[in-house]
């Protein structure tokens, strides 16, 4: 945010998003302007004579901006790839199941391998914060998923941290009200994605500023649900066109609130404001996934069904059940997210009839029972409760330990493990699931799926989801030799698939995202771009702006916290850029747009 000032110090303004309180002009009135520099953009300004805050000023453009400005060649808005009629039980993921599970019924140790993909593994060419393992044995081979925070591509290690393209807070996208632009933003994070061998963004972030104080409102689009819907929306379709899976997150009613504290919301409430822009992702984005977040909650409705079936209601005739579908746990009651029916289960599948997989938020799932919930993949742990372990901890858990008990779940057994319901006095809330051979706090996935307490048919649901979005994103037999024909998307930079790779410089000059996507050079524009339109001017009394050659012969003095130094929202889940750029602050790029240095100070 920056405010520009006359002798009077009436003339406020605002640029990226909103005014600081705490970033105040200077008393002096000299010289003739007044430049207070509360944050910064990493990126250099636009030429003077391309901001219309100084179209009458002399300007010239540094010749280490690798971009053209005005920035206006840009790519055409795109859509993510279509879901098909049959999805997530098409011919290829019922091929791939069959390979996975030759036994009738299938052995414990092909349960085991097939389950890699429903939680956090080791992946080679993984350096984000989302290993996942792969199952092995199949042709078309299956992709080992790699999932990355949060806004542009947050690269956790190798030799790429630091070193792919930063925007702006998500709140200054907002601003910009440009559906158009969010595409191209989603665009942009998608390709640098795909190069960099990740095959899905946690984001965008979809929850609604609901209260002031939330330390996470500046990841988020703003507070008007309808405005979120549309930017989400963009955002996704962007994304996923250039090949990377979308999940988005915090689903849902995760807004500021205590996580560990009940949080009670009117269904009207919950439709209307927190789950509409969720709703246009998954409807008008066909988002390939969404990350159930760490909050309990409860729609306090008296009118929601008891209970839904696990198996989907929109998803075609499930070709592994047998006898009736497992239900729910009651809608109306409060639940970790999930493990929440109403929003995984209800409001997902049976209203947006979506074939998005749910993956759990790090960590945010309680017990194996949420997979009956409509939970698919949980993270970040390889031996949790979706996994074929057996052994979870009875001394509280922790991040990689998972807890034995689940105190607001469903699932209760007696001392010795036998299943027991709730209101038994003595009953115990497990996390696992009780069945044969489980330890007393009952089993993990693998184990409840081979000794029938969990169904076949609910596992293979959540397979063929996860299955389906890696046919449908083009990821199916690239990791093999050869490569299968089912391979559209095999990611990497000019035939490096090991994540390493740099991305693609681009050119030197005169750069543009139409032509330069997913290079250094090409995506720098685009966030220019997103900078400047999420400039907000909130007040422009006697014609402070634009900055006329009369303001810069007569000096501009550039102050605040923000004037030699970047300001920064420190975060681990974003993209921060590119280190030679943040090192980049106001003053140099004032300096370096002005026809004559000496202006500024």
Not at 66 to 85: E, I, N
């Amino acid at each position: 945010m920056s405010q520009t000032m006359k002798r009077s110090h009436r003339n406020v303004v605002a640029g990226v998003s909103s005014f600081t309180a705490n970033c105040r002009p200077s008393p002096l009135r000299r010289p003739a302007l007044l430049v207070a520099a509360c944050s910064v953009i990493a990126l250099p300004l636009a030429p003077l004579a391309a901001n219309p805050a100084f179209a009458d000023a002399t300007s010239t453009v540094p010749s280490d901006v690798p971009y053209a400005l005005p920035v206006t060649q840009l790519p055409s808005v795109k859509s993510s790839p279509p879901v098909a009629a049959d999805a997530p039980y098409t011919p290829a993921v019922l091929n791939l199941i069959a390979q996975l599970e030759p036994s009738n019924p299938p052995t414990e140790a092909e349960l085991a391998n097939a389950d890699a993909i429903f939680h956090g593994g080791t992946n080679s060419t993984c350096h984000n914060v989302g290993p996942t393992a792969a199952p092995t044995g199949t042709t078309p081979s299956i992709m080992p998923m790699c999932w990355s925070d949060a806004q542009g591509i947050n690269v956790t290690s190798g030799p790429n941290v630091r070193n792919t393209t930063g925007p702006m807070d998500l709140m200054g996208l907002g601003a910009t009200f440009d559906r158009a632009l969010a595409n191209i933003w989603g665009q942009t994070e998608g390709t640098e994605g795909r190069e960099l061998m990740v095959t899905g963004l946690f984001g965008p972030q979809t929850d609604l500023d609901r209260l002031p104080n939330w330390g996470r409102n500046l990841t988020t689009t703003g507070a008007d649900s309808y405005l979120s819907a549309q930017l989400v929306q963009a955002q996704i379709n962007g994304i996923q066109a250039a090949g990377l899976m979308s999940e988005m997150k915090h689903f849902a009613a995760y807004n500021g609130e205590d996580q560990n504290q009940t949080s009670q919301l009117q269904d009207q409430a919950l439709h209307e404001l927190y789950l509409t822009p969720y709703e246009a992702g998954f409807v008008g984005g066909q988002a390939a996934a969404t990350m159930c977040s760490y909050q309990i909650w409860q729609d306090t409705a008296t009118t929601l069904p008891p209970s839904e079936p696990s198996l989907a209601s929109t998803y075609p005739t499930n070709p592994y059940a047998t006898g009736t579908s497992p239900n729910t746990w009651p809608l109306n009651e409060a639940h970790f997210s999930c493990e929440q029916p109403l929003t995984l289960t209800y409001a997902l599948r049976d209203l947006w009839g979506s074939k998005a997989l749910v993956g759990s938020d790090y960590p945010a799932t309680h017990s194996t029972a949420a997979i009956l919930q409509g939970e698919d993949q949980e993270q970040p742990t390889n031996n949790g409760y979706f996994s074929a372990s057996n052994s979870l901890s009875t001394s509280g858990g922790g991040f990689f330990s998972p807890s034995a008990y689940d105190p607001t779940g469903d699932t209760c057994a007696d001392a010795s493990g036998g299943p027991e319901p709730c209101n038994t006095p003595g009953a115990v809330h497990v996390a696992g699931i009780p069945g044969p051979g489980c330890p007393a706090y009952g089993c993990t996935l693998v184990q409840a799926v081979a000794n029938g307490t969990v169904p076949l048919s609910l596992f293979n649901q959540a397979l063929a989801t996860m299955l389906y979005q890696e046919e449908r994103f083009g990821m199916l037999g690239c990791d093999q030799t050869p490569v299968s024909a089912t391979c559209t998307n095999p990611g990497g930079v000019d035939g490096d698939r090991s994540g390493l790779a740099p991305l693609p410089a681009g050119p030197t000059s005169g750069a543009t995202p139409s032509a330069d996507l997913g290079t250094k050079s090409g995506d720098a524009a685009v966030v220019e771009l997103e900078a400047e339109e999420g400039g907000v001017l909130l007040k422009n009394d006697s014609n402070t702006l634009p900055i006329t050659p009369d303001d810069l012969k007569g000096g501009i003095l550039v102050t605040g916290p923000g004037a030699q130094y970047t300001i920064a929202d420190p975060t681990t889940e974003a993209s921060i850029g590119y280190l030679d750029r943040g090192q980049v602050n106001p003053l140099e790029q004032l300096q370096a747009f002005s026809a004559d240095p000496r202006a500024f100070t």
